[in-house]
């Protein structure tokens, strides 16, 4: 059974950065998208970033400059290097991926962004 686990949410103060981590276990054959997306109270859940299997990266505006994704195919791992954090990052952030032709999502990890 694949399981996304993340890793790395918790609490910082505005202007501070956070690294989290999504690792992909189980039966895997191949990863093709991995990215991230979260979800605010009240709001709907929007893509943050995603990273194809080439490498090629695509951000949400409110992100571009702040925010890098990388993985590591080896580690069958996706990160989210978060810079310069706002409290309007505030949510829980979820890892995403397409694993042999199937979607999963993991079950969130929280990032709250406050002084």
């Known amino acids: 059974q694949v399981q996304l686990v993340e890793s790395g949410g918790g609490l910082v103060q505005p202007g501070g950065s956070l690294r989290l981590s999504c690792a992909a276990s189980g039966s895997i054959f191949s990863i093709n998208t991995m990215g991230w997306y979260r979800q605010a109270p009240g709001n709907q859940r929007e893509l943050v970033a995603v990273i194809g299997s080439g490498g090629r990266t695509n951000y949400a505006d409110s992100v571009k400059g702040r925010f890098t994704i990388s993985r590591d195919n080896a580690l069958n791992t996706v990160y989210l290097q978060m810079n310069t954090l706002r409290p309007e990052d505030t949510a829980v952030y979820y890892c995403?991926?397409?694993?042999?032709?199937?979607?999963?999502w993991g079950k969130g990890t929280l990032v709250t962004v406050s002084s």
């Open positions: 995403k991926a397409i694993i042999d032709s199937r979607q999963y």
